[in-house]
């Protein structure tokens, strides 16, 4: 017998049934087995998600029950948050931690300090504030806070040490002063 002709059909009967039979052939061969049909993963589609650029986050108000916070942890809390917001370039929310009588440096009044300022931080496409070896004095409803500052933009890295006078006012601390060395 020639290995060559062990596939080809010899009679008319065995043409016709070679012709369904490679074809079934085929599709038992190449057809997937499924071992576990209720387990098979299934493609679930889902409208696309809106990213959203600026997220605010705040406290929950506190439990009525909970430990009050101490002053230096609240302090601390508001420099964190002065650094957050700075880095974040929220203008409205770095201003909002400086005292209505904070005096800016170099004579300038509040009001224009707080729109140069709001132009230098949103003039800037990112923002890296850190503040290192934190250091607080608390006196009652005054404290003098000195850290070192570094500050990293597009352009710029600067390492600056800071002393800020922060005054309680109505619970919440507030910037009264700064000074940069």
């Known amino acids: 017998m020639n290995s060559r002709h062990i596939f080809r059909p010899r009679s008319n009967w065995s043409r ?4 369904w039979v490679i074809p079934l052939l085929l599709v038992f061969v190449a057809w997937p ?9 299934e493609t679930i589609w889902l409208p696309p998600v809106e990213l959203i650029e600026n997220i605010r986050v705040t406290p929950k ?11 230096e942890s609240a302090l601390r809390q508001a420099i964190t948050r002065w650094s957050q917001t700075w880095s ?3 203008v409205p929310g770095y201003l909002s931690l400086y005292s209505p009588d904070f005096v800016p440096p170099k004579g300038m009044n509040r009001q224009r300090w707080a729109e ?3 132009e230098r931080i949103s003039g800037k496409e990112k923002i890296t504030l850190t503040v290192q070896n934190l250091k607080v004095k608390i006196n009652e409803s005054k404290a003098v806070v000195k850290f070192t500052q570094v500050y990293t933009d597009e352009r710029l890295r600067r390492l600056d040490q800071k002393t800020m006078v ?3 006012s109505d619970g919440k601390w507030l910037i009264q002063s700064e000074t940069t060395d």
């Open 166 to 168: 922060w005054q309680k």
């Open 88 to 90: 974040a370039r929220d």
């Open 61 to 71: 108000n506190l439990d009525k029950n909970s430990p009050p916070v101490s002053d």
């Open 16 to 19: 016709r049934l070679w012709v």
């Open 116 to 118: 140069l300022r709001g």
């Open 33 to 41: 087995a499924k071992k576990n049909p209720e387990k098979s993963p």
